[in-house]
């Protein structure tokens, strides 16, 4: 069977350190799923994420072994480009992603490097305002929106893109409860939609929609316990 994403014995030091960050990582993502994945600041999450989305190996240059399959293959294999159209990554930042004048800008930005025609960039702009529930913000400054609206924004610029997995890097660490609610509520409907979602938490009290639990500890992923 071939998964949106399957993560086979992954090591990854980092460059001019001189242990394993992550050790002899495994794991699958289905379709129509939510994983979690918890552990303490500073254990090496973002590390798994940029494994998952590519930045590792093609932007960060450190010891990387193993293979991390995206539908089948493997991403050495597979470009950069290529690989941000199957799966998308949301940080903890908004600020980091978003630097367009306006919120329809923001999102056409994706599109828009894959060279899509007006009319096709335009319906990707209108699904993703949909998908995150910001139709009325289309021609928005992000920069005016609060912390969980840009992180939606943020999302959005990703969801454009149509990756069949989506990633969220500590999405929820700086916004209030309501965009919170929000954005878990976007993000079940993402799985309704049939995508593969794996968030990374050290919040326990987001994990609520998760429909699997792991810990990430001493750069081994294991069955979460319940406690950190
Ligand atoms: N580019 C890099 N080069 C060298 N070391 C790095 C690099 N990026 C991260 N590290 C180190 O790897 C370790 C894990 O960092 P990482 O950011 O993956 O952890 P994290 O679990 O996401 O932490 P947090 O919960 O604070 O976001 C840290 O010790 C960090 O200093
Ligand atoms: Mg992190």
Redesign the pocket.
Known sequence: MMYPIEIKNLYYR????DIN?LKDINFKVNTKEILAIV????????????CLSGVIPHV?K?SFNGEVLINGKKTTNMKLSNISTRVGIVF?NPDMQLFMPTVEDEIAFGPENLCLSKERISKRIDYALEKVGMKKHRYSNPNNLSGGEKQLIALASVLSLKPRVIIF??TMAQIDDKGKKRIKSVIKGLKEEGKSVIM?E?DLENLDIADRVLH?HDGKLKKFSGKL
Do not use: A, P
């Not at 980092?14 to 350190?17: D, L, N």
């Not at 552990?39 to 940029?50: Q, R």
């Open positions: 980092h460059k001019g350190k960050l552990g303490l600041s500073g254990c090496g999450k973002s590390t798994l994420c940029y960060y450190g903890q890097d500590e990374v050290h990430l």
